[in-house]
């Protein structure tokens, strides 16, 4: 069965930075669009970045220019450097891949990973 584990969360100060992965594991054959989401206490998930597997990317409006997402195919990884953090971005952070195993195409998703941005 597909697992997505991530890492890379923690406390961080406003301003600095953190690098989140999502490295995926079991029978793919094929890994089609990647991205990554994140929740904060009492608000709804929102969709954070995403990239294709030919990687054209796109980003949330409140990350444009801050954070910068990238894969590694042949890793099965996918990757969310975060730069210039606010406290705004505090949240739990899902990485998602739909991907491709014997059964078909599915979508899966991480564990979550803590991301604090304060003082």
């Known amino acids: 069965q597909v697992q997505l584990v991530e890492s890379g969360g923690g406390l961080v100060q406003p301003g600095g930075s953190l690098r989140l992965s999502c490295a995926a594991s079991?029978?793919?054959?094929?890994?089609?669009?990647m991205g990554w989401y994140r929740q904060a206490p009492g608000k709804e998930r929102e969709l954070v970045a995403t990239?294709?597997?030919?990687?054209?990317?796109n980003y949330a409006d409140s990350v444009k220019g801050r954070f910068t997402i990238s894969r590694d195919s042949a890793k099965k990884t996918v990757y969310l450097q975060m730069n210039s953090l606010k406290p705004e971005d505090t949240a739990v952070y899902y990485c998602?891949?739909?991907?491709?195993?014997?059964?078909?195409?599915?979508?899966?998703w991480g564990q979550g990973t803590q991301v604090t941005v304060s003082s």
């Open positions: 990239i294709t597997s030919g990687g054209s990317t």
């Open positions: 998602q891949m739909t991907a491709g195993t014997r059964t078909g195409w599915g979508t899966y």
């Open positions: 079991g029978s793919i054959f094929s890994i089609r669009d």
